[in-house]
């Protein structure tokens, strides 16, 4: 890991969006008045042809890309993930969704980690609302190298994406060898103690852990899942398995995200016993702060995380 | 095409709808009989269609944003022969292409899932969008109620059409004056509906929907209209056709029982007869 190098994934969404458009000229990237912020001006000054600013209407938005869909194009929606998933539900529900047409959601300034702004705009169910919709694909990386491959992933399969990125900067943790597939976790380091499956920011905080977890003699096996649905349950079994013992870490409610995904793979598919908790945020809101701040109030940073890992294995 | 020629037409389609609400047990024919004399004119008539070719990228497009009247598409489709007027009787029933609002993946034609109002006509502005985007010289329309276009998103719809100037859509506006919950006056009143659009910088035009010569004008106009979409709005009558519904709020979302379906066939019999 990195750790020097810190980069936001809304950073590596825009870098990606430019880098990406020769290599897809059928691709349109779609706004709505937040490109300053969900970073997709560095596409729209590379290729202003094809960044089409909607204004301050996001449900427009998601039903406008689903027409462009079907002409051929590959329209990439972007907005904050509160707006994105949460205002324009049914849209992405109805017209992307419904019809499976060919369109990925950008969704920036996902959880708590946009700080300052407050609960209204720190979206904790995203997760959960998006990975109800049949067809949806529900991708949220770990750090800035894997926020490009996955933009890279989404653009090449066929169907509706939904790719979840955050606004506070975040370690490096892999190399520019890394790549991802759908449907695929990463294992970050191997143990037999616990399983640590964790999302997002959550994923460098994990090995984080994990590193204070080892000097109290607890060897935890950490999985990165940026591919949320389709889940890589065979990754979760196998380590459920090994550990019995098997926690998620995501900067979301810990209802319908990833914890729910993974217990629900558990639940139906362990053939050995295992024991499950969920961290993330326990049906509750955010609040003003900085990112930092909150993360760690809500315990979602390395020693947070090492912290209830403790609790979980000694309860 | 002569009117009299459409006016048949039209009045096929209203049978197809009575035979579809009646068949299925289920639908919405106020409406679909509302908008009867359009379907004609847009599939026998204004649209650069194949029922051979329903993919042909270079076909106009029509998206039937209130999609619950789609009972008078389907049928507008079986006239213009996209399939056999038989399949009408399938309607609402499991496993018909002809779902309960119109899929995409359903049936071969549909050029957009619809159903929750609102929606449509954004998916249309984006194909329009679309459409300037790849300079393909296609046309786009969309058929929308006057309950509907409550909907905030309509608006969101509007004003990004306006703005991007695509004169290459026209929007069309039911007005029959009727909602499910009562007259549109009564309830949450769209009106001025025409000054609306004009003032989300749409070319508007006012027609009687049940005469296609102003049909024709109107369509023509939009054609001819050069850097600002089209609305037109169109009275109409809920229930055209048979004489039971016509005005009558009720039949907004209602099937027809055995006598009345008898009576509503022998009314449009009676209309086809005179043309």
Redesign the interface.
């Given at each position: 890991m990195m750790k020097d190098k810190k980069i936001a994934t809304r950073m590596s969404y825009g870098n990606a969006l430019a880098e990406l458009g020769d290599q897809f000229p059928d691709m349109?990237v779609l706004d709505a008045d937040l490109a300053g912020a969900t970073q997709s001006r560095i596409f729209r000054d590379k290729y202003p042809d094809?960044f089409?600013d909607?204004?301050i209407?996001e449900?427009?938005m998601?039903?406008?890309?689903?027409?462009?869909?079907?002409?051929?194009?590959i329209?990439v929606a972007g907005s904050f993930a509160m707006f994105a998933a949460g205002r324009a539900f049914?849209?992405v529900r109805?017209?992307i969704g419904?019809?499976?047409l060919n369109v990925k959601i950008g969704a920036t300034h996902a959880g708590i980690s946009v700080g300052e702004d407050g609960a209204s705009h720190q979206c904790l169910e995203d997760i959960a609302l998006m990975r109800t919709i049949p067809g949806m694909t529900v991708l949220s990386p770990a750090d800035d190298t894997e926020a490009k491959e996955i933009v890279r992933a989404a653009l090449e399969m066929e169907g509706p994406v939904y790719m979840r990125f955050g606004r506070y900067a975040t370690p490096v943790i892999y190399d520019e060898n890394h790549h991802f597939e759908i449907g695929k976790g990463t294992l970050l380091r191997e143990g037999k103690d616990v399983t640590i499956v964790a999302t997002g920011i959550c994923v460098a905080a994990s090995i984080e852990a994990a590193d204070l977890l080892a000097e109290n003699g607890i060897e935890a096996e950490v999985i990165d899942m940026a591919s949320i649905k389709p889940l890589d349950e065979d990754m979760i079994l196998a380590s459920a398995a090994k550990t019995g013992k098997v926690i998620t870490a995501e900067e979301h409610s810990i209802i319908g995200g990833l914890g729910s995904a993974v217990s629900e793979c558990l639940s139906e598919k362990a053939q050995t016993p295992f024991r499950f908790a969920r961290i993330g945020l326990r049906d509750q809101f955010g609040e003003t702060g900085s990112a930092a701040q909150l993360i760690q109030k809500y315990g979602l940073d390395g020693e947070g995380i090492c912290r209830q890992v403790k609790e979980f294995i000694n309860k | 095409m002569e009117n009299r020629e459409l006016a048949r037409a039209a009045n096929e389609i209203r049978k197809g709808i009575i035979t579809e609400v009646y068949s299925g047990q289920s639908g919405h024919p106020g409406g679909a009989l509302s908008s009867a004399d359009l379907f004609a004119f847009l599939y026998e008539e204004e649209m650069n269609i194949d029922p051979q070719n329903p993919a042909d990228p270079d076909r106009d497009r029509f998206v039937l944003s209130k999609g619950h009247v789609c009972p008078g598409l389907y049928a507008a489709m079986a006239v213009r022969g996209y399939f056999p007027m038989e399949e009408l009787r399938t309607f609402r029933q499991m496993g018909s292409r002809l779902q309960g609002h119109p899929s995409i993946h359903w049936l071969p034609g549909i050029d957009m899932s619809s159903g929750s109002l609102g929606q449509g006509i954004s998916a249309a502005v984006g194909i329009a969008q679309g459409a300037k985007l790849r300079n393909r010289d296609y046309r786009v329309y969309t058929l929308l109620g006057d309950g509907e276009i409550q909907e905030g998103q309509v608006w969101e719809a509007a004003m990004f059409a306006g703005t991007k100037g695509l004169d290459n859509l026209v929007v069309i506006v039911d007005n029959n004056n009727l909602q499910i919950d009562g007259p549109i006056t009564d309830v949450n009143s769209p009106y001025p509906i025409d000054k609306k659009f004009e003032a989300f910088n749409f070319h508007v035009i006012n027609v009687d929907g049940h005469d296609f010569d102003q049909l024709r004008a109107a369509f023509k106009e939009a054609r001819e209209t050069k850097g600002v979409p089209t609305a037109i709005v169109m009275k109409t009558v809920k229930g055209k056709g048979v004489s039971f519904m016509e005005d009558q709020v009720g039949w907004h979302g209602k099937a027809p029982n055995e006598e009345q379906y008898k009576t509503a066939m022998e009314d449009l019999e009676r209309i086809g007869m005179a043309i």
């Open positions: 349109i094809r089409i909607c204004g209407c449900g427009n998601m039903s406008i890309a689903a027409g462009l869909s079907t002409t051929g194009l329209p049914e849209q109805n017209s419904y019809p499976h | -």
